[in-house]
């Protein structure tokens, strides 16, 4: 079992960046696939970034793509989403979400550990 934390969220102009963090409790953290999710007022929760447990494969929804980056550090139990160029688009909570040694995947409904959420606003 998996229990997320994540942070990192906040209020930034557009064309600004922040990094979001999910920390995770448990001992095969090395062993989950990862996941980034958004949720906006009033629309369906959205897959955005998704990294493989071994780190070596990573996918992103287009609307981010050249502009967000996932990364975990699996000696900290941790996973981040580094994001530039923000802009008003983006602002939604954001969830790190994790699946047990699954391929990567953009469906919410295949990973089983979520995180309380972190809220992100970008100002135009």
């Known amino acids: ?39 906006a007022p009033g629309k369906e929760r959205e897959f955005v970034a998704a990294i493989y447990w071994s780190g070596d494969s990573t996918t992103y929804v287009d609307s981010v793509k050249g502009r967000f980056t996932i990364s975990r550090d699996n000696a900290k139990n941790t996973m981040y989403l580094q994001m530039n160029s923000l802009n008003p688009e983006d602002t939604a909570v954001y969830y790190c979400a994790a699946a047990y040694q699954m391929l990567i995947s953009r469906t919410p409904r295949l990973y089983d550990y979520w995180g309380q959420g972190t809220q992100v606003t970008v100002s135009s």
Request: aromatic share 10%; glycine share 18%; proline share 0%.
């Open 1 to 39: 079992q998996v229990q997320l934390i994540e942070s990192g969220g906040g209020l930034v102009q557009a064309g600004g960046s922040l990094r979001l963090s999910c920390a995770a409790a448990g001992r095969t953290f090395s062993r989950y696939t990862m996941g980034w999710f958004r949720q």
